[in-house]
């Protein structure tokens, strides 16, 4: 099937810098969009970023300006460089990997990483 790794999250004071990575990895066909969530304590999840293939993205409106989302199609990961980190950014991240289409044939489908935590805290 399809597995995506993330890595890349921590510890890291205010004002500060991190950058998530997420591969997909397994019998994959396509991918179309690749993003990345989050969800803090006591909180639904919700989206941070996600970007298709020819590289259209769309930002949560609390990160626009502070975080950049990319991808390289050729490796099916995805990137997402964090900037003047908040606190209120604190939560675990989510890779997620929509509309696959995998080697084997059927319907598309989503699929999500094991989630990373990003700590901003001083």
């Known amino acids: 099937q399809v597995q995506l790794v993330e890595s890349g999250g921590g510890l890291v004071q205010p004002g500060g810098s991190l950058r998530l990575s997420c591969a997909a990895s397994?019998?994959?066909?396509?991918?179309?969009?690749m993003g990345w969530y989050r969800q803090a304590p006591g909180k639904q999840r919700e989206l941070v970023a996600v970007i298709t293939p020819g590289g259209s993205t769309n930002y949560a409106d609390s990160v626009k300006g502070r975080f950049t989302i990319s991808r390289d199609n050729a490796k099916n990961t995805v990137y997402l460089q964090m900037n003047s980190l908040k606190p209120e950014d604190t939560a675990v991240y989510y890779c997620?990997?929509?509309?696959?289409?995998?080697?084997?044939?059927?319907?598309?489908?989503?699929?999500w990483g094991q989630g990373t935590q990003v700590t901003v805290s001083s």
């Open positions: 997620n990997a929509g509309k696959v289409v995998t080697t084997s044939g059927g319907p598309w489908g989503d699929y």
């Open positions: 397994g019998s994959i066909f396509s991918i179309y969009t």
